[in-house]
């Protein structure tokens, strides 16, 4: 029996692997790891699945994510736009009012400063009205959260937004009267591959783990066996664990764990989440802006977010040319769901069109990436149904870790700290070759 099995090799089972150390072993279904870290893309084409960076306040998590790396990084300063009236606002919104109209410019302060949306908070909705005013609401946050979330903000709860931070006063002033100012300073300066996208991250940390990770294991049934555990792939075969750690989505560990109750399952199956399509278009020269990323909350272009992808790296696109990949999400049973890549395609390149951000006679490659597990979404039951489902796996003495594992909206530096932190406590620390 082997010490720890590893469920899944996106980043959170990867660097559970390479923390871990000796004795652990990461089983992934696909033949390639890194799930939502890989890229995908042809003809010298390639796209990650949305746009990724590396950033973090963690700074511990960042060290270990740019350790892997190595020499294979580039530096990058984040030059991101809001598609607004027809004008390119500099992003977050609030540190680029200066492009705005002067007219604009005042009931955005002033909505700010005499905020009448005193009373605390119950939802989304209410938070954004309360936090950033009318003006700023209404102009952006609202109409760009309801496009992404596809889903109504009073129906949305307030466990995740403190990933949105408040902007100061003085920095709303400074920038309403042309002082340029910086928002989300944090993520401002960024780390991105050199060479392979955004999957070159997940690719180097699979390298070291060897022998150690199996792709094509495909986990079929979980089953206690000798106070351990059994894992079982779908082409029948089987590994022995003392222990386990789960990175796969919780509902997939669920389809696959024995004896779970109806009352976790179905709290499982509840969870909320948004699909994603990437649509990947090529075009011929060099014409595109130098953004690292175009918002649109306009409710009638298909997609909210699109990313330049020779800005992270020349790497992304053949000699000659560049490309965007346009991020689209999905609600799961919706008609947009049902749409076919050409659909899909067709529409993204008609609103680049329409919106100038590419020429049509340009293009020379299409293509689209679909993700169903992308977004988690804190509807008002989040809480109550992820601490039924947590509380259960506990009790089986299964370790959750990630994304859709934990059900929490985090980036690869949240899930390199929950892995840290896994390592310490059933390790006491780091596997020696992790070590910084
Ligand atoms: C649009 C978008 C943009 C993002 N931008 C950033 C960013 O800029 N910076 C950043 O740091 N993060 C970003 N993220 C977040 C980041 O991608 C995730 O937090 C991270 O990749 C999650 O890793 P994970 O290992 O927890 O989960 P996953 O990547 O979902 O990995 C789970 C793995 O389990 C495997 N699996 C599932 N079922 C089974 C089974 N039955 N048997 C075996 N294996 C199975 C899957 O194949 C997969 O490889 C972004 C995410 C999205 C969607």
New binding site residues.
């Given amino acids: 029996m082997n010490d720890i099995g590893i469920?899944?090799?996106?980043?959170?089972?990867l660097f559970a692997g390479r923390f871990l150390g000796d004795g652990s072993e990461v089983?992934?279904?696909?033949d390639r790891?890194?799930?939502?870290?890989r890229s995908f893309g042809e003809r010298g084409f390639r796209s990650d699945?949305?746009?990724?960076?590396?950033f973090s306040k963690d700074k511990e998590a960042l060290a270990h994510s740019l350790a892997v790396l190595g020499s294979n990084v580039r530096n990058g300063t984040r030059a991101n736009r809001i598609l607004y009236n027809g004008l390119h606002v500099k992003y977050p919104f609030e540190n680029g009012i200066d492009a705005l109209p002067p007219e604009e410019r005042l009931d955005i302060v002033i909505d700010f400063i005499e905020n009448p949306h005193r009373e605390t908070p119950t939802n989304f909705r209410e938070w954004m009205y309360h936090v950033f005013g009318d003006a700023l609401t209404n102009k952006y946050l609202l109409p760009y959260n309801e496009k992404i979330w596809k889903t109504a903000p009073e129906e949305m709860s307030l466990e995740w937004v403190g990933r949105v931070p408040r902007p100061p006063l003085r920095d709303l002033v400074k920038t309403a009267i042309g002082i340029g100012t910086e928002g989300y300073t944090h993520q401002l300066h960024f780390q991105y591959p050199a060479e392979g996208g955004f999957e070159a991250f997940p690719q180097a940390v699979a390298q070291g783990l060897g022998k150690r990770l199996t792709t094509g294991?495909?986990?079929a049934r979980i089953v206690p066996v000798d106070g351990g555990w059994g894992v079982l792939s779908k082409d029948g075969e089987e590994r022995r664990y003392r222990e386990l750690v789960s990175?796969?989505?919780i509902t997939?560990l669920f389809d696959?764990l024995d004896g779970v109750p109806e009352n976790v399952r179905s709290a499982a199956k509840a969870l909320r989440f948004n699909s994603?399509r990437v649509a990947l278009i090529g075009v011929e020269g060099e014409s595109l802006p130098e953004y690292t990323a175009l918002y649109v909350p306009d409710p009638r272009t298909i997609y909210h977010r699109v990313c330049f992808n020779h800005v992270f790296s020349p790497d992304l696109v053949p000699s000659g040319h560049q490309s965007v990949s346009c991020?689209i999400t999905v609600k799961p049973g919706s008609e947009l769901d049902q749409w076919s890549d050409e659909q899909i395609l067709d529409r993204s390149v008609d609103d680049l069109v329409r919106e100038g951000v590419i020429e049509r006679e340009k293009i020379v490659h299409r293509e689209v990436h679909r993700?169903r597990?992308?977004?988690v979404i804190y509807d008002t039951g989040y809480a109550d149904r992820v601490r039924v489902v947590r509380e259960y796996v506990e009790s089986r003495g299964i370790h959750l870790a990630?994304?859709?594992?934990e059900y929490q909206y985090?980036?690869?530096?949240a899930?390199v700290r929950r892995t840290l932190d896994l390592a310490q406590q059933l390790r006491g620390g780091l596997a020696p070759e992790a070590r910084l």
């Fill in positions: 469920l899944g090799g996106g980043i959170s089972g089983l992934e279904r696909s790891p890194g799930g939502l870290a699945i949305g746009g990724h960076i590396l294991f495909d986990i990175t796969i989505p997939a696959v994603l991020e993700e597990l992308a977004y990630g994304r859709f594992a985090v980036n690869t530096d899930c």
